[in-house]
């Protein structure tokens, strides 16, 4: 083998006519997998479950094979469509009637703020860090977590958010990004405080040092009462 061979990186040893097999396959699995998304109903990935995910994965990799090997046979693609949805009927049908089946293969809703308080423990669960969730907060419209009566992971990823009216609206961590919000180790006046990593608020004096009794992080930023702008 010739390294940075023009002609075999572009067709290796299929002819140039096979670029309009291909064309014609790729076409083919277009239409499989745009028909089994309308029959299942989505309009995109953030729609879509864990479960749902893994099946599309799964025919992407079918799509893939037809679509570019010249060895891999149209039909039993198709058999393999058919079947991926009518497993997923399946699957949808078993989940409708056992609550233990949709728990296993789509997991159950977190609740990741409660009062404007962080459920940090439940969101590490699920893999996603602050910054990610306060991201998702902020292009909400929220500045603090004060402003939030609960706050849900639902299974597909998407966060659900339900505020406290302006007159409920409690002292919260701000999380608006790092360079915005002061940190301190020592308290620099008598305030509200929220720990921020857990957002525990406390009452604390000018000079003191002290870590959070909730999850022992040193650092504190200013609650926030501002009310949320809608």
Known sequence: MQAFDLHRMALDKVPVDFLWEVALRSVYTFVLVFIFLKITGRRGVRQMSLFEVLIILTLGSAAGDVAFYDDVPL????????????????????????EKLGDLLEGKPVIVVADGELAWEKLAAENMTEFEFFMELRLSGIEHLGQ??????????????YYFSDDEVKPGLPILPGKCVERFTVMPEENEYACTQCSAIFQLRAGDKQLCERCGNPEWAKASRAKRVT
């Open 75 to 98: 039909l039993p693609v198709m058999v393999v469509f058919v079947t991926l949805g009518l497993l997923y009927r399946l699957v949808m049908w078993l989940m409708s009637h056992s």
């Open 148 to 161: 939030i009566k609960r706050a849900i992971m639902e299974t597909n990823g998407q966060i659900s958010v």
